[in-house]
């Protein structure tokens, strides 16, 4: 999978932060950015999986002399234990041969708490990418208690495999991003400035998407009553 040296990776929650933020992000006016837009589709045969495939949007940043700056993977939305074959079969992608060639990663997410700063998870080695955005902002509590499902999965796969990231968490009150809530806007624009401002892109407030999916326990894949 071809892809710059960063990559945005936006998970689809069906809370529609994934959207607002893909939609959001915009070359500078200043810089000389062509967008090109692309799709992927990986098998998960080796998992067991033979019905379905991890797949999802890609929009590349390129430079005049054709040299991708920033790379922005839009994952659909995939339910546990699926979530974990795709995330890891992208992540193995991402790296090919070589883990040490992997490019850096930012992935934010937003998550259920009492507060709503910004705070920031590194892992793996560090990359001017990590270390820019790590002098940014707060580092995450040992003991922050956070409810986003998506992120606990991706944080596993994280201490595993080490490639260099900065996982934004931005904290919210409400477990459903609605798009008439100041709360939510503020913390995706938030995070959206930060995403910009290390991928020498801009955040645009105005082009941001905001259409969250209605989710209902009746829906729910038959694993997930097991657990509750």
Not at 106 to 134: H, M, Q, R
Request: hydrophobic share 40%; glycine share 6%.
């Amino acid at each position: 999978m071809k892809v710059a040296d960063k990559v945005i990776l936006l998970l689809n929650g069906g809370d529609g932060v994934a959207a607002a933020l893909a939609g959001g992000l915009q070359p500078d006016p200043s810089s000389n950015f062509q967008t090109l837009n692309d799709s992927f589709e990986l098998p998960l045969d080796w998992y067991g999986i033979k019905d379905r495939k991890a797949s999802g949007e890609v929009i590349h940043f390129i430079n005049s002399s054709g040299h991708y700056e920033v790379s922005i993977l839009l994952l659909q939305k995939y339910e546990p234990p699926i979530l974990a074959c795709a995330l890891n079969e992208i992540l193995l992608k991402l790296a090919g041969e070589n883990l040490s060639t992997m490019p850096t990663l930012i992935v934010p997410f937003i998550g259920k708490s009492e507060n709503v700063p910004v705070y920031g998870i590194k892992f793996g080695p560090t990359t001017d990418v990590t270390k820019a955005l790590s002098s940014r902002i707060q580092k995450s509590p040992p003991f922050l208690q956070i409810y986003h499902e998506e992120l606990d999965v991706f944080l596993h796969l994280m201490k595993v495999m080490q490639p260099p990231t900065v996982v934004l968490i931005g904290l919210s009150d409400r477990h459903i991003l609605n798009k008439n809530s100041k709360e939510e806007h503020e913390v995706i624009c938030q995070i959206g400035e930060h995403l910009a401002t290390v991928s020498s892109l801009s955040f645009s407030k105005e082009k941001m998407v905001q259409n969250p999916a209605k989710t209902s326990r009746d829906n729910e894949e038959a694993w997930r009553a097991l657990y509750g």
